[in-house]
């Protein structure tokens, strides 16, 4: 199986609302987690990421959430734009340099105006 | 603002011909990675290199695949007998140690 994915593969929202994408992971001995931003025929860019030694962190727009508990992650929006409209995929590592990214699936985020 | 460069951006080769992707990463960044995503699926690693050797590789990364850098700014990933299954985005990354940096891509077709 996967060490980690998203709870939704798509997600619509309006121009100006807060938009919440989920992701739960199982290796419980990842460290380190990322928000990856990929829109079409382009590369993954990074967002936002959060060690496990945190539970939020806020960035520009953005704040990343991870719940240990539950090995949960999410990725907060706030007042989304068009531009935001993309696939947001999360990924995780042992927190080592020079080590695999394990990506989820992804959601698709729409942002209609 | 750095970026990590690819080319080409779309690489169209018959099966069983050897390719060769290039990537510059970003100048001052030690590690170098290549990923891949089979259209409409996730990305999936391959391979990491660090100091002149490969320092993890996933099992995608078989005796058909191979990096390289051959100087102080290329980073290469070469299929020696490609399959019509390695039909996908290849994407180059660098990182100074965590945050991992991805290029444009290269869409590489094997017909």
């Known amino acids: 199986g996967e060490s980690v994915g998203l709870h939704l593969p798509t997600l619509s929202v309006q121009e100006g609302d807060n938009s919440i994408i989920n992701c739960a992971y199982s290796?419980?001995?990842?460290?380190?987690f990322i928000w990856y931003k990929q829109e079409s025929g382009k590369g993954p860019q990074f967002i936002i990421d959060?060690?496990?030694?945190?539970d939020k962190r806020q960035g520009q727009r953005v704040t990343v959430l991870l719940n240990k508990t539950v090995k949960h992650l999410s990725l907060q929006i706030a007042a989304t734009q068009p531009g935001d409209s993309a696939v947001y995929f999360c990924?995780?590592?042992?927190?080592?340099?020079?080590?695999?990214?394990?990506f989820g699936k992804g959601t698709t985020l729409s942002v209609s105006s | 603002e750095p970026e990590v460069t690819q080319t080409p951006s779309h690489q169209v080769t018959q099966m069983g011909q050897e390719v060769i992707l290039r990537c510059v990463p970003i100048?001052?960044?030690?590690?170098f990675y290549w990923y891949r995503q089979i259209l409409g699926q996730k990305v999936e690693f391959l391979v990491s290199?660090?100091?002149?050797?490969?320092?993890?590789k996933s099992e995608i990364f078989d005796d058909q695949f191979s990096v390289e850098r051959p100087d102080g700014s290329n980073f290469t990933l070469k299929i020696r007998s490609t399959k019509l299954e390695d039909s996908a985005m290849y994407f180059c990354?660098?990182?100074?140690?965590?945050?991992?940096?991805f290029g444009p891509g290269t869409r590489l077709t094997v017909t």
């Open positions: 990924a995780e590592n042992s927190n080592q340099a020079g080590t695999a990214l394990i």
């Open positions: 959060i060690r496990s030694n945190m």
């Open positions: 990354a660098s990182s100074g140690e965590y945050e991992q940096y």
């Open positions: 290796n419980s001995a990842s460290d380190y």
């Open positions: 290199f660090y100091n002149n050797e490969i320092s993890e």
């Open positions: 100048s001052n960044h030690l590690y």
